[in-house]
Structure formats: structure tokens, C-alpha cells
């Protein structure tokens, strides 16, 4: 991942997801997916209404994991990166200036039948 470059926010999830697939708390998930504070928490509410995450208590501390769901949309959102890598390069390199980029949009198409 290119640090100077605008993360989408299916690459955020990913990230978060990749960080939580064996359990982590919110502090592990912020710095490891490098978010902000408010970043993570819009996140976090948001993957847990879609059943990306679940949210377990270990000792009274709230720990979050990657649910079936969760890992199914891994998966396919690298296979659809990796497939489409040179698309996305080009709409980069052309100065597209489209809120999603071409994975993210057929990755949304993929998921809704998750």
C-alpha cells in the first residue's frame, strides 16, 4: 500500500479486516490499519452492521474478529484487485477522478449476493 495515496474505503476495510481475522482490540485495528481515531469508529459500526466483524468481550475488553462474511469479502476483494491491477493503474494514470474505482465497484456487486 502506497502511504500518500487516498485509501478507498473497501481498502480500508480490507485492511481492517486482515488485522482482525485472528481477534484484535480497537487500538491494535487503528494503528495496524493506520486510521485515525474517528476513522475506526465509523468503521467499526459500519462493519459490524453488516456482519463484517463480530464483537466479543476477553476480560472485559472488547475484541473484534472477521466473521464468515467478513473473510468472504477478503478473499474476493483481492482476487477482483488482482484481476483488474492494470485497469485500476490506467484510470489513475488518465486522472479519473471517480469516487470508486473499478474493483471497488464490481467488488459492490460481488458482495451483495454474500
Known amino acids: ?3 500518500w495515496s487516498k485509501r478507498g474505503k473497501f481498502s480500508i476495510i480490507a ?3 486482515e488485522v482482525a481475522d485472528g481477534g484484535a ?3 491494535e485495528i487503528m494503528y495496524k490499519a493506520n486510521l485515525s ?3 475506526l ?3 467499526l459500526r ?3 452492521e453488516i456482519d463484517l466483524l463480530d464483537e466479543t468481550s476477553n476480560n472485559g475488553r472488547k ?3 472477521a466473521t464468515h462474511k467478513g473473510i468472504t469479502f477478503l478473499q474476493r476483494y483481492y482476487a477482483i484487485k488482482e484481476l483488474l491491477k492494470t485497469e485500476d493503474d490506467n484510470s489513475h494514470r488518465n486522472g479519473s477522478e471517480d469516487s470508486y474505482t473499478i474493483t471497488e465497484k464490481l467488488l459492490l456487486l460481488s458482495l451483495i449476493h454474500i
Open 37 to 39: 481515531f474517528r476513522q
Open 25 to 27: 482490540g480497537k487500538t
Open 63 to 65: 475484541v473484534y474478529g
Open 15 to 17: 485492511d481492517m479486516l
Open 46 to 48: 459500519l462493519m459490524l
Open 41 to 43: 469508529e465509523k468503521y
Open 1 to 3: 500500500m502506497n502511504l
